[in-house]
């Protein structure tokens, strides 16, 4: 897949595919919504002391390296799986530039996160485990877990730009893999995106959204 390198306002890089059109992060700050999005609006709010994520859309692997600053912040262990067709490649992960903005002493860190091998656990930090899953979740049925998630970060590219991302078959597999008072969050608040969580069995809330976006969403399990 073509790509391109571009900073945001934050100073933090995205990506930009030509053949979607689409960036992987807003161009309003990528760690900035990553960390508004996921962790101030998604984990945060989880209660547990031992957390399990699921992603959709493991991408520049920003999430999952915001989570692994969290669960050794936080000395929380966190089991964290992440599902993607489409990895970026090592060597544009190298570049991405998040380590040297948040914690340059954890450049290797954030490296080993696309290092690590897919379909198996890897421990990657103390407090932080990664499973990445290379699938295509556009069928729903291509996913098993033995794990029930507290938290799901869902990061698919735009309803407009992948639709097959967001069907109500995916957000009913998102609601049976999830356990008791499972957060999900999304940057997108599209009303029919709602209306699918809601019609999966979550309940839903219009959340302020990250810089540059009005409305985020956040579904918690009924």
Same mark, same amino acid.
């Given at each position: ?13 995205? =990506? ?20 508004? @999005? ?11 002391? %031992? &957390?399990?994520?699921? *992603? ?45 903005? !948040?914690? #340059?002493?954890?450049?290797? @860190?954030?490296? *080993? ?10 421990? @990657?930090?103390?407090?932080?485990? =990664? =499973? ?26 735009? #309803? *407009?730009?992948? #639709? %097959? ?14 356990? *008791? !008072? ?10 029919? &995106?709602?209306?699918? =969580? ?11 959204? #990250?810089?540059?976006?009005? %409305? ?7």
């Amino acid at each position: 897949m073509n790509i391109k390198f571009e900073i945001t306002e934050d100073g933090s890089h995205t =990506l930009f595919v030509p053949e979607r059109n689409e960036h992987y992060h807003s161009t309003h700050g990528a760690i900035q919504e990553s960390m508004h @999005v996921y962790i101030d609006a998604g984990l945060r709010h989880c209660v547990k002391s %031992e &957390v399990k994520v699921l *992603e959709i859309g493991f991408g520049t692997g920003l999430n999952a390296f915001l989570t692994l600053l969290e669960a050794e912040k936080n000395s929380r262990k966190i089991d964290f799986t992440s599902l993607e067709l489409y990895p970026v490649s090592i060597t544009d992960a190298e570049k991405l530039n998040y380590a040297e903005l !948040i914690d #340059p002493t954890r450049k290797e @860190v954030f490296n *080993e996160l696309h290092k690590t091998g897919w379909g198996k656990w890897n421990q @990657v930090a103390l407090y932080f485990s =990664l =499973l990445k899953m290379r699938l295509d979740f556009s069928n729903p049925s291509n996913f098993h877990s033995e794990n029930k998630f507290d938290v799901v970060f869902f990061d698919a590219f735009a #309803p *407009e730009k992948q #639709p %097959e991302m967001w069907t109500p078959a995916i957000f009913d597999k998102l609601y049976s893999v999830s356990s *008791e !008072i499972a957060i999900l969050t999304t940057y997108c608040a599209n009303g029919s &995106v709602r209306r699918m =969580l809601q019609a999966a069995g979550f309940f839903v809330e219009r959340r302020p959204g #990250p810089p540059g976006k009005r %409305e985020m969403l956040r579904a918690v399990k009924k």
